[in-house]
T-cell receptor, first 112, second 118 residues
Framework: GESVGLHLPTLSVQEGDNSIINCAYS??????FIWYKQESGKGPQFIID?????DKRQGQRVTVLLNKTVKHLSLQIAATQPGDSAVYFC???????????FGAGTQVVVTP | GAVVSQHPSRVICKSGTSVKIECRSL??????MFWYRQFPKQSLMLMAT?????????EQGVEKDKFLINHASLTLSTLTVTSAHPEDSSFYIC??????????????FGQGTRLTVV
């Protein structure tokens, strides 16, 4: 999602449905990408990562897709649960020291 | 996974005073630590990269004399906000990683420090 002033893009999802969160990254030389989940007042929590030589990676209930042609990353959450409500950030690693550049973030709200 | 601990989790200070935030890697040695700042409803913005035993590298626009970073050991980095003002009120987050390994070594994040300057 793109940053729009002080308002995070919001994705409302019904419990049990699948969620798709999108992210555009900026550096075509980035070789490693990570999705983080951040709950209110807490630090980011690692969800899943993917290297630039892959286009898909699956975890438990989550899948990350990478399209290097258009510099796009997505996170799919299967069977979304109330505990999935949080802000989700994508991040790209921009140097070998591990410096991360974060995307704008998407607020996911799971409704019953 | 590895644990990174920040202290304090919340701090309120008076304008003009200095505040120190600690970031510790509890079960691994962190050669590199990063400090981020996050304003409400916004993303994490990298402030600086610190490597153990050397000076921190600050991002453009971050005042190094205002945000003092010390990484004196492989398990501890500190961020000192000097002469704090209300506009410095923010959520400060550190992360730590091991070594200089390309190809998938994740960074571990602390729980963040909420700084309020009154």
């Amino acid at each position: 999602g793109e940053s729009v002033g002080l308002h995070l893009p919001t994705l409302s999802v019904q419990e049990g449905d699948n969620s798709i969160i999108n992210c555009a990254y900026s550096n075509s030389a980035s070789d490693y990408f990570i999705w983080y989940k951040q709950e209110s007042g807490k630090g980011p929590q690692f969800i899943i990562d993917i290297r630039s030589n892959m286009d898909k990676r699956q975890g438990q209930r989550v899948t990350v897709l990478l399209n290097k042609t258009v510099k796009h990353l997505s996170l799919q959450i299967a069977a979304t649960q109330p505990g999935d409500s949080a802000v989700y950030f994508c991040a790209e690693r921009t140097d070998s020291w591990g410096k991360l550049q974060f995307g704008a973030g998407t607020q996911v709200v799971v409704t019953p | 996974g590895a644990v990174v601990s920040q202290h304090p989790s919340r701090v309120i200070c008076k304008s003009g005073t200095s505040v120190k935030i600690e970031c510790r890697s509890l079960d691994f040695q962190a050669t590199t630590m990063f400090w981020y700042r996050q304003f409400p409803k916004q993303s994490l913005m990298l402030m600086a990269t610190s490597n153990e035993g050397s000076k921190a590298t600050y991002e453009q626009g971050v005042e190094k004399d205002k945000f003092l970073i010390n990484h004196a050991s492989l398990t501890l980095s500190t961020l000192t906000v000097t002469s704090a003002h209300p506009e410095d009120s923010s959520f400060y987050i550190c992360s730590a990683r091991v070594g200089r390994v390309r190809g998938g070594t994740e960074a571990f994040f602390g729980q963040g420090t909420r700084l309020t300057v009154v």
